[in-house]
């Protein structure tokens, strides 16, 4: 087991407590989730939930935004006291954002002050004190600016940001729960379609493509990558958006490994893009109806494959799949999420501010790794893209150095709950908090 | 557990048992896989070979077709006796077809003589007396003729055939083996990618599209239904190939969904078509270099959301995923694949000739089944289809009578064993049996 005590880094950093008066009312606290969830996002709630509830004599309740941050714009609070020991201990194991998530990115604070101050006001009025924020690199940035602007209005909040996307971009931490997860479905998916297709090369298909989620990194593609293994050898081919998509390339790769192996798998990001930034997923498509098709790398790739190669194939699409896959989660992304959860709240009442829990490896092999803590300023707004050595030379595949950096994240199954053979994943009453504002905001 | 001996019924039919005089040198057994592998259909050989092995003295070996009845047309048999056990009793967890399954339908009687009596004489060349199939209704026509040709030929073989198809078409049996396990898939990813878009919807996606297999029949497509449960309830809409596809009535379905539920999934299957036939999925899809697109009844049915409804949806394509899917196969279709390939050796050493094992369901609460029995000529070339009261009155979704009957068949979890992270499937060594005919076939 990891130690998930604070970094030696953050000792030093460490800075003075404020301790609560005696008969001063505990401070609240506010969670929200924001933007694309994940299978994992809710056990970093759990965590945060969990660990808060320790800790009575310091932080009254958690409030959670109802659709995020947009829950907090329009005073619209779920109060999470209200949900039973066993519901929140039920979100480690369910996928999704259990309070609701949003795609609402605050606008800076020169061009939109009255949100920023809205926040406040409504923090104000419901005595919060703590602000968690579960989310990528834009949160992280509004968490940052919410931290600066209660010191200037004089309501000064601790803001603790909560790392989470499946695209694995934020800075500094070694990699972002939610990721793990959609690597270890990827992973295993590509595995059995290649056993499939395997099976039927000899008559039928030769080739089975499946496309992944992200547009601007090929994190998630290079988990594709892990189907293969040296007791499991599978041939597969990846197309990473890092690396231009040259046609006459990619057929002459896939005929070569049809010719020696009977069979491929292909993985292809939905960012992958001709030299000219043209997204392959974007290639006009368009039904009988005159209807514009959405997207569809994998369609694009199975098609030239077809005309090109005259090779029989199948595709697929994993979209929402991947990231909601909890039933096949990574046990090492479900302790880290919820790490981060529990880290949050423990710098929160030591007193930290405008800080992200992050997770730090300290080794491979045995794989260690403890929580870390990095300050905002060094994560809002910046995009960790995939170092080039993790891609081979061809073009095509993955490195050691990211096959070492990737499994470890993938390790350990921790299944979800069955009854009638469906997973048992909980959803919380979700009651408001009565308002105290007369004012309504507008969105 | 359910009781595997063979029915009353099948008591009553039973057939003299031709035993082996002494010094007769027991037969050997052939076993070949047909047409779209599943999940669970290494499990029928396992359950096959298993049980064969406990009967050395009455079976010899048992042979595998390379890719299917291929290998016997061309004497390209694998030697599963070269296997270790460690690796036989592995095809119960690994997906796939393990030996190589084919897509070749043997041309009628009439048609192409040749070919039968070729595997009448490759059967008679390696000593074989039991030929098992293991496949849909094209492999029960060619198991029956065999067996007939065979006695016409005056060497007679025992042909036994073992149901499997993810289409669940085949008649007199409860359900095939394959099917329950993409049921299950369907269902739990369905769930959770419902979980996925109640989560953003409020300002981002408000439909997810799921395409799943199911030409002919919405079986598969049934089995999203059971993503929604009484404890759990989902809103959603089910498009069935029974069902002509109606645009302005599933529009307005959508709309009154999102309307009411904030959001809601569609599952399509790829067999879904309009009124005068046309599949959706043949949509004559082109992209902007003129290849034709591969089916996507999904991507068709989401470009229609968006531009008719307007509103933003996201869409996933399962397929070689859903039927390879063994990481989450149900435990019920594990141990029913296991139980055909069992009673498949169990009846040729009770003698009994051009039959197939079956599934017969005695109760559903608890759910109980048998083993039951059925001659192939009721089987081969019929269609089982889905009784027209599976389907809700609307046409959008299932019935009571439709769950009853499928929930016993995704119930139980069967994980295969993983090592760091990955599902560890297995490769037998599939050695090739020296071959004894001269004369090569041609296909």
Redesign the interface.
């Known amino acids: 087991m990891p130690k998930k005590t604070k970094s030696k880094k953050t000792k030093k950093k460490k800075i003075a407590t404020r301790a609560r008066k005696p008969g001063e009312a505990p401070k609240n606290a506010f969670y929200a989730?924001s933007g694309?969830?994940t299978?994992v996002i809710n056990a970093s709630a759990c965590g945060l939930i969990e660990t808060a509830r320790k800790h009575k004599n310091r932080i009254g309740k958690v409030y959670a935004g109802r659709?995020?941050i947009?829950g907090a714009l329009t005073e619209d609070l779920i109060d999470t006291s209200k949900e039973s020991a066993a519901t929140i201990r039920g979100l480690r194991h369910?996928?999704?954002?259990?309070f609701?998530?949003?795609?609402?990115k605050l606008k800076s604070l020169e061009q939109n002050r009255r949100e920023y101050e809205r926040l406040i006001e409504v923090f104000k009025a419901h005595n919060i004190g703590y602000f968690f924020y579960n989310g990528g690199g834009d949160s992280a940035d509004t968490c940052l600016k919410i931290s600066q602007l209660s010191e200037t209005m004089g309501y000064p909040i601790k803001a603790i940001h909560v790392p989470k996307t499946v695209d694995n971009d934020l800075p500094i931490t070694d990699n972002c729960p939610g990721f793990g997860s959609v690597a270890?479905y990827i992973?295993?998916?590509t595995?059995?379609?290649s056993?499939?297709?395997?099976?039927?090369a000899?008559?039928?298909t030769k080739v089975?493509v499946?496309e992944v989620m992200g547009r601007h990194a090929g994190w998630i593609a290079a988990a594709g990558g892990?189907?293969s293994?040296d007791?499991?050898p599978i041939p597969i081919v990846i197309l990473f958006p890092e690396v231009e998509f040259d046609q006459k390339k990619f057929l002459a790769k896939i005929d070569a490994m049809v010719r020696k192996h009977g069979y491929c798998s292909v993985v292809v990001s939905e960012g992958v893009h001709y030299a000219d930034g043209k997204f392959l997923a974007e290639?006009?498509?368009?039904?009988?109806?005159g209807?514009?098709?959405?997207?569809?790398a994998?369609?694009?790739i199975?098609?030239?494959i077809?005309?090109e190669l005259g090779l029989k194939?199948?595709?697929?699409?994993?979209?929402?799949?991947q990231?909601?896959?909890?039933?096949?989660a990574?046990k090492?992304d479900v302790d880290m999420a919820y790490a981060m959860g529990k880290a949050a709240v423990q710098f929160a009442l030591k007193g930290h501010n405008s800080v992200m829990p992050t997770i730090d490896r300290i080794s491979n092999k045995p794989f260690k790794w403890k929580v870390g803590m990095a300050p905002l300023n060094k994560v809002a707004n910046v995009e960790k893209m995939m170092p080039d050595n993790f891609i081979s030379k061809d073009g095509f595949g993955i490195t050691k150095r990211c096959r070492n950096y990737m499994?470890p994240l993938?390790?350990?199954?921790d299944?979800p709950p069955?009854?009638?053979?469906?997973?048992?994943?909980v959803?919380p009453k979700n009651i408001a908090v009565k308002k105290k504002l007369d004012s309504r905001f507008k969105l």
Request: hydrophobic share 35%.
């Open positions: 989730q694309g969830v299978a659709n995020g947009i369910t996928p999704s954002g259990a609701g998530s949003c795609r609402y270890k992973a295993i998916s595995r059995e379609a056993f499939d297709v395997a099976s039927m000899k008559t039928s089975f499946i892990l189907a293994t007791d499991t290639s006009g498509l368009k039904d009988a109806f209807h514009s098709q959405l997207g569809g994998a369609s694009v199975a098609g030239m077809q005309s194939n199948h595709w697929a699409v994993a979209d929402y799949l990231r909601s896959a909890r039933h096949i990574s090492t499994e993938i390790k350990g199954e299944y069955y009854k009638n053979g469906m997973p048992q994943y959803r």
